[in-house]
């Protein structure tokens, strides 16, 4: 049997969790001695590519049905291949479009599903899934009852290993029902690194001030080809737009390098932070919670100490 | 417009994380409850402003059992005209969903909502699992909603960016920052909350497609190192030879 991976695409490529996702069912299947499809919808130039991360077999949906975002249209695409494929297990990233489309499949084809994976599901003594819970404060260990599973898998949370396969592509058609949805309009990020994604982050709070000393964040972030973050007083004074909220009730990201600038670390913001990898603190407080949780720290100015950072990793080449 | 707002009843986010019951329970003692935050500040306080500006009545419901009734009576406080609760300790998110499937269906509401997750599970799913088993649309993340007539206006976070889409009802959306601002019952909510009716109907069959064995802690961090202020340099050094990730 094969494991079912959906393989998102983002403007004609395969996204970069696409390759996450392959890696997770491939070191899956290596467990339930399975094979992996991949799916892709829509159109991307790289399919191919997935085969380097483990998919034995590439299928390709095209239907201009699909031309605009129709979760459930997308649903009745998952389920239908995954029967034709006779597949158990489908595996989703546990992103934006995971987080539409999974609980429709896991509903259409009567699979328990578990969201947020960080591991490699065990399946010695049932299939239990590791998950985080509590904002990231804690991890569940879930364990799936019905013949078919759902899982999606937190972004960056599970490391992609190459395990190269010479793939067979095919297409395959759906049979679909009407579009409900009428897309107005849909605005794409094109420059800035999507938070979500971003593989480092440089966020600043309070500390700073006013929204007019952004300037070095940014300056600061560019550098590091990090993406802008924020605490929750600066984004609810709207001093920086929501979408850079991280927190607890904003956005939660595990990015490998997190630096927070004048944020004194309250446990609603590093629920939304805690799962990154490396955190750095700068803050001119000494006792400032967020310390407990770093790894590096600088008990200082933001104003002089930012300024000195971008200096130096100029000086550096970084 | 029928609107019912899913209430889940979660830790504070304060709450000290911890486990008992070799590590199979949350452990609740000292624990304060709260109604999730994206349920309470988005989804229901939209659906009480599109009731306020269109008409209608908003009716917030809950799976769970009777200790969960003073939570439920906030949403009453804040303006939920009444409250069902389906009298289950309900085993995961799609048990849970069927229940409030069914009692939506039963009852004819026209709109849906929900928070994108709760703050204790974070499982995103609840919104989609209702609108899978009531063959509807499901609007995830989304930060606006306005109704004309039977069709919504509604702004949600796409992949990448946003995307503005319209759609009629019925239809189920999950709701995140940005859809509407908090707000705080006052006395005469307070006061009216304690005679709103609180329904308690009893659940349908109840399945356990997946169930939580144990629990952990993540490991606790390692001590800070701490870099002077007058030599940021170094920082940089070791975030590229320590830690190798610049």
């Known amino acids: 049997m094969s494991i079912l991976v959906f393989a998102n695409t983002a403007k004609n490529e395969v996204h970069k969790s696409a390759y996450e996702v392959v890696s997770y069912g491939s070191q899956l299947a290596q467990k339930t001695g399975d094979t992996v499809t991949a799916l892709v919808i829509g159109d991307a130039t790289n399919i191919s590519s997935l085969s380097d991360y483990g998919a034995d077999k590439i299928i390709h949906v095209k239907d201009a049905k699909l031309s605009s975002f129709q979760p459930s249209l997308l649903a009745q695409a998952i389920n239908q291949i995954a029967e034709a494929e006779g597949s158990k297990i489908i595996v989703f990233s546990h992103d934006l479009t995971g987080k539409a489309i999974a609980p429709l499949v896991a509903v259409g084809l009567k699979a328990g599903l578990v969201t947020g994976a960080v591991a490699i599901p065990e399946t010695e003594n049932g299939f239990i899934v590791k998950k985080a819970v509590f904002s990231g404060k804690a991890y569940a260990h879930v364990k799936i009852n019905t013949d078919k599973k759902v899982i999606s898998v937190n972004p960056n949370a599970v490391e992609k290993v190459e395990n190269k396969k010479s793939a067979n592509e095919s297409e395959a058609t759906v049979n679909l029902g009407e579009a409900r949805i009428k897309v107005i309009e849909q605005k794409i990020e094109s420059t800035d690194i999507p938070l979500t994604e971003a593989e480092k982050v440089v966020s600043a709070g309070r500390g700073l001030k006013g929204p007019e000393n952004w300037g070095m964040i940014e300056e600061l972030a560019k550098l590091l080809g990090a993406a802008t973050a924020c605490s929750r007083p600066v984004s609810d004074m709207d001093w920086r737009p929501h979408h850079e909220h991280v927190g607890q009730t904003g956005i939660a990201i595990r990015p490998n390098l997190y630096i927070a600038i004048g944020i004194s670390g309250a446990i609603q913001h590093l629920a939304g932070v805690n799962q990154s990898k490396v955190i750095v603190v700068i803050n001119t407080d000494p006792e400032a919670p967020f310390f407990k949780s770093a790894d590096y720290g600088i008990v200082g100015d933001a104003f002089e100490v930012v300024p000195k950072l971008i200096e130096a990793a100029k000086a550096m080449n970084i | ?246």
């Not at chain 2, 703050?119 to 109704?147: P, R, V, W």
């Not at chain 2, 189920?172 to 909350?193: L, Q, T, W």
């Not at chain 2, 961090?221 to 590229?240: F, Y």
């Open chain 2, 1 to 246: 417009m029928k609107i019912l707002v899913c209430i889940s009843k979660v830790p504070d986010t304060t709450s000290k994380i911890a486990f008992t019951d070799g590590n199979s329970k949350f452990d609740t003692n000292g624990v304060q409850f709260i109604i999730n935050p994206y349920d309470e500040w988005y989804a229901l306080v939209r659906a009480l402003e599109l009731k306020e500006a269109n008409g209608g009545s908003v009716t917030v419901i809950n799976v769970g059992l009777a200790d969960n009734d003073p939570t439920i009576r906030k949403a009453l406080a804040i303006g939920a005209d009444d409250a069902v609760r389906v009298n289950l300790d309900p085993k995961d998110a799609m048990d849970a969903a069927q229940q409030i499937a069914d009692y939506a269906s039963a009852n004819g509401y026209e709109l849906v909502l929900c928070g994108k997750e709760t703050i204790d599970y974070n499982g995103s799913q609840m919104g989609g699992m209702i609108a899978a088993i009531l063959n509807q649309e499901f609007i995830s993340n989304a930060t606006k909603l306005d109704m004309n007539g039977n069709t919504a206006t509604i702004e949600r976070d796409i992949q990448g960016g946003t995307e503005v889409l319209e759609l009629n009802i019925p239809f189920v959306v999950s709701a995140a920052k940005g859809m509407a601002e908090a707000r705080i019952p006052n006395m005469r909510g307070i006061m009216a909350a304690r005679t709103k009716p609180l329904t308690v109907v009893e659940p349908s069959a109840s399945f356990n497609a997946t169930e939580v064995l144990t629990y952990e802690l993540p490991p606790a961090k390692g001590s800070c190192k701490m870099i002077s202020a007058d030599n940021p340099a170094e920082l940089l050094d070791l975030l590229r030879n320590e830690a190798k990730i610049l």
